[in-house]
T-cell receptor
Framework: KAGVTQTPRYLIKTRGQQVTLSCSPI?????VSWYQQTPGQGLQFLFE?????QRNKGNFPGRFSGRQFSNSRSEMNVSTLELGDSALYLC???WGQGSSYEQYFGPGTRLTVT | DAKTTQPPSMDCAEGRAANLPCNHS???????VYWYRQIHSQGPQYIIH???NNETNEMASLIITEDRKSSTLILPHATLRDTAVYYC????????????FGKGITLSVRP
């Protein structure tokens, strides 16, 4: 079974631009969660989507948004990029909603904002 | 904030057991203990989880104290590939539950 895939793997953007990251979950998984990882703040939960609806949200500004499609694939968008948005963005898929289901993480997208 | 406390780092010799401690003194009755690990430049990987009984799978064993205020992850025969950051996470079940990662413990396995 193919694992979680994320595209692109690396991205360089300029302050003020916006960016869209993509995540394809494991086949049959209906939940996709997004995380931001930085050296200073560690791994932080952004949001979780299940059945095309955002079910849970972390403490991030509204510039961070996402969506999930009917095939469970998910996209995350960050608008008006700031230098502090430079991070590794990880998505994780699971069969069900919530942390009690084993989360399978992708390799991440490394975003650099200059 | 993470509800767990882990030492920042530890090391062990290859082939020996690695015992990774975790304190979670404020754990609630309905909260599980989860362990994930992150090998450098990869996404985290699920290892094991438990409520109050000891658990074992092909990767590791999880020992939870009777009062549930602490736990130990045991890698029975550590290899160099087990060098990683190990995260101990406490989380309730339910649709709105989420994983809150702390700083984790960096395990270095030496040859």
């Amino acid at each position: 079974k193919a694992g979680v895939t994320q595209t692109p793997r690396y991205l360089i953007k300029t302050r003020g631009q916006q960016v869209t990251l993509s995540c394809s979950p494991i086949s049959g998984h209906r939940s996709v969660s997004w995380y931001q990882q930085t050296p200073g703040q560690g791994l932080q939960f952004l949001f979780e989507y299940f059945s095309e609806t955002q079910r849970n949200k972390g403490n991030f500004p509204g510039r961070f948004s996402g969506r999930q499609f009917s095939n469970s694939r998910s996209e995350m968008n960050v608008s008006t990029l700031e230098l502090g948005d430079s991070a590794l963005y990880l998505c994780a898929s699971s069969w069900g909603q919530g942390s009690s289901y084993e989360q399978y993480f992708g390799p991440g997208t490394r975003l650099t904002v200059t | 904030d993470a509800k767990t406390t882990q030492p920042p780092s530890m090391d062990c010799a290859e082939g020996r057991a690695a015992n990774l401690p975790c304190n979670h003194s404020t754990i609630s009755g309905n909260e599980y203990v989860y362990w994930y690990r992150q090998i450098h430049s990869q996404g985290p990987q699920y290892i094991i989880h438990g409520l109050k009984n000891n658990e074992t799978n092909e990767m590791a064993s999880l020992i939870i104290t009777e009062d549930r205020k602490s736990s130990t992850l045991i890698l029975p025969h550590a290899t160099l590939r087990d060098t990683a950051v190990y995260y101990c996470i406490v989380s309730a079940t339910g649709a709105n539950s989420k994983l809150t990662f702390g700083k984790g413990i960096t395990l270095s396995v030496r040859p």
